[in-house]
T-cell receptor
Framework: SAVISQKPSRDICQRGTSLTIQCQVD?????MFWYRQQPGQSLTLIAT?????????ESGFVIDKFPISRPNLTFSTLTVSNMSPEDSSIYLC???????????FGEGSRLTVL | GESVGLHLPTLSVQEGDNSIINCAYS??????FIWYKQESGKGPQFIID?????DKRQGQRVTVLLNKTVKHLSLQIAATQPGDSAVYFC??????????????FGKGTKLTVNP
C-alpha cells in the first residue's frame, strides 16, 4: 500500500483567489491522479500527472483553471485558480498500486469557496 | 453515455442482515472493477476488486459479483455491522485521455446500518 498525505486538509477561500493543494506519497510512483468530489457526488478525474511531462486533463478540465506540477516521483500539486463557489469540493490525490492497478487515495482537501 | 451508475442512492439495513449494493456500468470493454468504501470526512478505501474474466470474488464478509451480459456489478456484505455505514462506490477501469488508464466512479450508495 501507499501512504498519501495531502495539505491542506480543509480550507475556506474567498472568491477569485487561488489555492494550491499538495500531495506527498511515501514511495516513488510514476502516475498520480487528481480527482474532484463535489458535495454529495461521486469522484471525477481531473487529470493524470506524470513526472517529467505535462499533465493530461480530462474533458471539462483545463490547465489554466487547474495547473498541476509534478517535480519528482513522490510529490505533486494541484492549484485551483480564480475560485468560485462552484469549486467548493473535496480534491483527492491518488496513486495506483503497482501490482493490481487499484488506486490508493489521500484523505482529500475539502475546499469551501465563499 | 460514459457512466457507471447505481440503482439506489441509499440503503438502510439492520445490524446483522446481509446488504447488497448494485452498480450498472456502460462500457463493455472495461476489464477491471473495484468497490470502494468512503466514510465521512475520509478518502475512498479499497474493499475488493474483480477482473472481467471472473464472475465472482470473495473477501472477508464481502463478495463481488460481475454479470458482463447485463453489465452489472454488485457488492454483498454479510452480517452487516454499524462500522459498515458509509458511501460505497463502484469503479471501472477505462482508457484516459492520452492513453493511460483511469478509474470511472459510479454515483455512490449510502449504506446506513441500524443497531
Amino acid at each position: 500500500s501507499a501512504v498519501i498525505s495531502q495539505k491542506p486538509s480543509r480550507d475556506i477561500c474567498q472568491r477569485g483567489t487561488s489555492l494550491t493543494i499538495q500531495c506527498q506519497v511515501d514511495s516513488q510512483v510514476t502516475m498520480m491522479f487528481w480527482y474532484r468530489q463535489q458535495p454529495g457526488q461521486s469522484l471525477t478525474l481531473i487529470a493524470t500527472a506524470n513526472q517529467g511531462s505535462e499533465a493530461t486533463y480530462e474533458s471539462g478540465f483545463v490547465i489554466d483553471k487547474f495547473p498541476i506540477s509534478r517535480p519528482n516521483l513522490t510529490f505533486s500539486t494541484l492549484t485551483v485558480s480564480n475560485m468560485s463557489p462552484e469549486d467548493s469540493s473535496i480534491y483527492l490525490c491518488s496513486v495506483p498500486f503497482r501490482r493490481t492497478g487499484e488506486l490508493f487515495f489521500g484523505e482529500g482537501s475539502r475546499l469551501t469557496v465563499l | 453515455g460514459e457512466s457507471v451508475g447505481l440503482h439506489l442512492p441509499t440503503l438502510s439495513v439492520q445490524e446483522g442482515d446481509n446488504s447488497i449494493i448494485n452498480c450498472a456500468y456502460s462500457n463493455s470493454a472495461s476489464d477491471y472493477f473495484i468497490w470502494y468504501k468512503q466514510e465521512s470526512g475520509k478518502g475512498p478505501q479499497f474493499i475488493i476488486d474483480i477482473r472481467s474474466n471472473m464472475d465472482k470474488r470473495q473477501g472477508q464478509r464481502v463478495t463481488v459479483l460481475l454479470n458482463k451480459t447485463v453489465k452489472h456489478l454488485s457488492l454483498q456484505i454479510a452480517a452487516t455491522q454499524p462500522g459498515d455505514s458509509a458511501v460505497y462506490f463502484c469503479a471501472e477501469r477505462r482508457v484516459a485521455q492520452g492513453g493511460s488508464e483511469k478509474l470511472v466512479f459510479g454515483k455512490g450508495t449510502k449504506l446506513t446500518v441500524n443497531p
